[in-house]
């Protein structure tokens, strides 16, 4: 079974930035749709960042402008490059297939956004 492994995350001041990564084992990543959802507590996963299999990409309202989802196929990663972070924007982030998960949930990255 596929296993993605989130990093990168970490605590930032507003307005800074962090770059997220999504390293799978098994199976390549390159046929798949993956995107990026984060969670806070109490509340279900909400969709951040969506990158098809051939690179198309969509974004939530809340982070558009702000942050870019990328793939490297040939690492078999997903990133997810996020700037002027916001308090809001606090949350653990999550990696998997969209909208079909191609693994179990993983432990996710904690990203903190604080003065």
């Known amino acids: 079974q596929e296993v993605l492994v989130e990093s990168g995350g970490g605590w930032v001041q507003p307005g800074g930035s962090l770059r997220l990564s999504c390293a799978a084992s098994?199976?390549?990543?390159?046929?798949?749709?993956m995107a990026w959802l984060r969670q806070t507590p109490g509340k279900a996963r909400e969709l951040v960042a969506r990158?098809?299999?051939?690179?198309?990409?969509t974004y939530s309202d809340s982070v558009k402008g702000r942050f870019t989802v990328s793939r490297d196929d040939a690492l078999n990663t997903m990133y997810l490059q996020m700037n002027d972070l916001k308090p809001e924007d606090t949350a653990v982030y999550f990696c998997?297939?969209?909208?079909?998960?191609?693994?179990?949930w993983g432990r996710g990255t904690q990203v903190t956004v604080s003065a």
């Open positions: 098994g199976r390549v990543l390159s046929a798949k749709d």
């Open positions: 990158i098809t299999s051939d690179g198309r990409t």
């Open positions: 998997n297939g969209y909208p079909e998960p191609i693994s179990s």
